[in-house]
């Protein structure tokens, strides 16, 4: 793990172990803010800074602090950046601010957070650590994106504020409320499988330079869930 | 030193710094915020109140208490436009109660006509797509022109002559209620309202 390469922490954090299409971490706020795609940008984005900012403080401390006390050291990393976001959010980008309200606090209880604190930070050095925070946290805001896209489109019949399709649209309401959530993010993860398995056949294909032996590459989503 | 001490001093040290950092943003963005609030108001009330008005309303408030504008009772208050010394009117939030997810706050404007000059959501939780179109849509400037007697208080469902949305009735409903109420109180205080003193108001014995 600490062999690991700038690549490889840009693969990762964006596509092959993003934290909620690969890791499924961090349901709360993706389950809350994704009603519209600028939401999922903003969540995102404010996500990102805290994850910069905790990886790298992690890093940092990370030969000081007893293995026993970690855990609440890395929370009161976090919660003081979280709070130092909502704050400054609340100050310069006020509307975007009270757009998503209570789930800035909730960054704090986002396990995706302490989960690269925990996973990567706290073994790595600075530079690696803050550019795992960087692409994790852009990781983070894709799916975010991708999926407040998805429901924005399906649910009210818009994209990014602008209306697409015309008065003939029912738009589908369930996918603005909570199970529409799940059910947007199923299909996703759906697709993001189906990718992945097509890259992994080319990659196969492309090594043996003959026809691709059919992969069993698909991972009951329920095992990944919970 | 024992390994326990280490431990509490590590996270002790852990917290001083994050409560000295926490300290200094909060410092630094306490000015910022307490702006953006201030314009927020000043950009609601705008929209709300009549237009040409020659004052700062921000500057020019009394502050009343009264359960019909709120069931906690705290203070509102009351942002009076005028124009050369004359009362165009006076904005003021209500608060419903009864919203599908908690409270709602709705700045409402009257006229020393007590008639409705403009209604703005100004804080709600509804669910995004449906109750949030009262913020999303031009539902709200319904309201202008309304006076107690002049329109049917409710939403269609009711009786009323106030639209609700498909799938969203209680946000509606709510506004709708909270507004009369608004009015009502409007009605009965108008004088204490809308004269020139600054200082708070006693409740209303009833």
Known sequence: MSGITTKQIIEDGLWTNNPVFVQLLGMCPLLGVTTTAENGIGMGLASTGVLLGSNVVVSLVRNYIPTQVRIPSYIIIIASFVTIIDLTMNAYVHDLHKTLGLFIPLIVVNCAILGRAEAFASKQNLSKAALDGIFSGLGFTLSLFVLGGVRELLGSGQFLGFTIFGEGFHPAIGFILPPGAFIALGFILMVVKWIDQKREEAAERREANQPPVPTDASQPEGAAAS | ?206
């Open chain 2, 1 to 206: 030193m024992p390994e326990f001490i280490k431990m509490g001093v590590t996270l002790m040290i852990v917290g001083a710094v994050a409560t000295a950092v926490l300290a200094a943003t909060e410092m630094v963005t306490r000015e910022p915020i307490k702006e953006a609030k201030r314009l927020e108001i000043l950009r609601a009330l705008t929209q709300v109140l009549p237009e040409g008005f020659d004052n700062a309303p921000d500057n020019d408030t009394v502050q009343m208490i009264d359960k019909r504008l709120n069931r906690k009772e705290t203070p509102v208050t009351f942002y009076r436009a005028r124009k050369s010394g004359s009362t165009l009117g006076a904005a003021f939030v209500v608060t419903a109660p009864d919203g599908y997810s908690g409270d709602i706050d709705i700045m409402i404007a009257v006229n020393p006509q007590e008639i409705l000059t403009g209604v703005q959501v100004v804080a709600h939780k509804e669910t995004p797509g449906l109750g949030d179109k009262v913020v999303l849509t031009d539902w709200p400037d319904k309201f202008r022109g309304k006076t107690l007697d002049n329109a049917k208080w409710g939403v269609k469902k009711d009786g009323g002559e106030f639209d609700q949305f498909a799938g969203a009735t209680i946000t509606p409903r709510a506004i709708v209620a909270a507004v009369k109420r608004g009015l009502e109180m409007f009605k009965d205080h108008k004088e204490s309202i809308l004269s020139p003193r600054t200082e708070a108001v006693p409740p209303a014995k009833k």
